[in-house]
């Protein structure tokens, strides 16, 4: 069964158009280099450390969290939402693996491809789905 996750496309979506231009979603963390190959959990804690020695304990967990869920649980089926400013928000299925795309934005190094599928308004969902 698919799974539905949430990405963005930079600080409020500024990167949006290259996403839907170049039809991925993605992640940061510029100073990783290889991505795709990393292999387990324990290898891209290792990398995290080595790539940004002086973040903190609370913001590395946090970057390994979402950079965990982009690289081993998001698959290829799911869907993902992309929010952009205006409201708008974006719906696609990811159609591809991990890839590092150097040549992109920074906060779109690393994608998955998608194909976009549809969007609708921000105000069109219940209010408390979109604080859960």
């Known amino acids: 069964m698919a799974q539905v996750w949430v990405v963005r496309a930079g600080k409020a979506g500024a990167d949006s158009d290259v996403a839907f231009k170049e039809s991925v979603v993605g992640v940061g963390w510029s100073e990783l280099v290889g991505l795709p190959s990393v292999a387990s959990e324990e290898e891209l804690r290792a990398r995290l450390a080595e790539a940004?020695?002086?973040?903190?304990?609370?913001?590395?967990?946090?970057?390994?969290?979402?950079?965990?869920?982009?690289l081993f649980t998001i698959n290829v089926g799911d869907l993902v939402l992309l929010p952009t400013s205006g409201g708008t928000i974006h719906v696609g299925e990811v159609t591809g693996p991990v890839q590092e795309r150097p040549e992109l934005p920074a906060m779109l190094r690393f994608t998955r491809s998608v194909n976009w599928i549809g969007s609708f308004n921000r105000a069109a969902v219940q209010q408390d789905l979109v604080y859960s």
């Open 52 to 70: 940004y020695p002086d973040e903190g304990q609370g913001a590395r967990s946090q970057s390994f969290g979402q950079l965990r869920t982009f």
